[in-house]
């Protein structure tokens, strides 16, 4: 995978494959002076759909600025029924992120943000608990605590989507916020929620999930990074990571394991998902990675 470059244009485009629709998207861009960086495509031969990501750099001189090119495009995706988008140069994704106790995945994305690594905006950090407030605050990012109880859950869910609309939010990442997302949040939330899992799924369900691994010996260990869905758990996987393990691992060196391969697969899902390389395909996902 090339390197990603904030600077550049990126068409995404999928469609009901057949002959003709690279020659027609190719060469929409050749027409307008677009020099083609990246280009990768797939096409899913099980259910004859075609996915299409290009990143381009623009001619300053003869390529239409961004609405005009979005305007021209109309046509090449009307006539191959598309479902598309054109994101500029500038469009940096603005992402908020929900946490409660603990700090690992949380330091990870401030860290990959801080060096660019994530080329991402952070329009707040939301937890049930203060714990990490401070620690936020350092890095000038704003703090929302909403705690949350029985009796005080929906009312805090609506006032959370009241606040990623109030910041323009793209993307909501669940960085261990260890609450359980109603089935109404998360439709609300469909496409554009990411969650971290700590196994690799299938696994461990419930409390405890590395000392349960390690009473039945496993020999693998890892994360899943995943959309969020009102099926808890079951969302379009984005990104897993593994690790071979033995006899000889205690409970705790498997949860330190488990957290290398926790910050791993969610900064990768999330750099995937602002970098418009993920397609969502009904309970499936395509990853151009």
Partial sequence: MDAFAPGRHI????????????AALSGFL???????RELQQFDDVLTERFYFRCA?????????????????????????D??????GPKQRSRVAIMVSRADHCLEDLLYRRRTGELDIDITMVVSNHVDLQERVERERIAFVHLPVTSINKAAQEQELLRQ????????????????????????????????????FLPGFKGARPYHQAHARGVKLIGATAHYVTADL?????????????DHAYTPDLLAAIGRDSERLALSRAVRFHV???????????????
């Fill in 11 to 22: 068409l995404t485009a999928s469609c009901d494959s057949r002959v003709g629709t690279v």
């Fill in 30 to 36: 050749a027409d307008r002076r677009c020099n083609i």
């Fill in 56 to 80: 381009f750099d623009a001619d300053p001189a003869r390529t239409p600025a961004l609405d005009a090119l979005r305007e021209q495009f109309e046509p090449v995706a009307r006539s191959q």
């Fill in 82 to 87: 598309m479902q598309w988008a054109l994101h």
């Fill in 164 to 199: 990623i609309e109030a910041s323009q939010t793209d993307l909501l990442v669940l960085a261990r916020y260890m609450q359980i997302l109603s089935n109404d949040l998360c439709r609300a939330l469909a496409g554009r929620a990411i969650n971290i899992h700590h196994s």
């Fill in 233 to 245: 758990d079951e969302g379009p996987i984005i990104e897993q990571v593994v690790e071979r393990v």
């Fill in 275 to 289: 970098e418009h390389r993920v397609f969502l395909d009904g309970d499936r996902t395509v990853v151009f990675r």
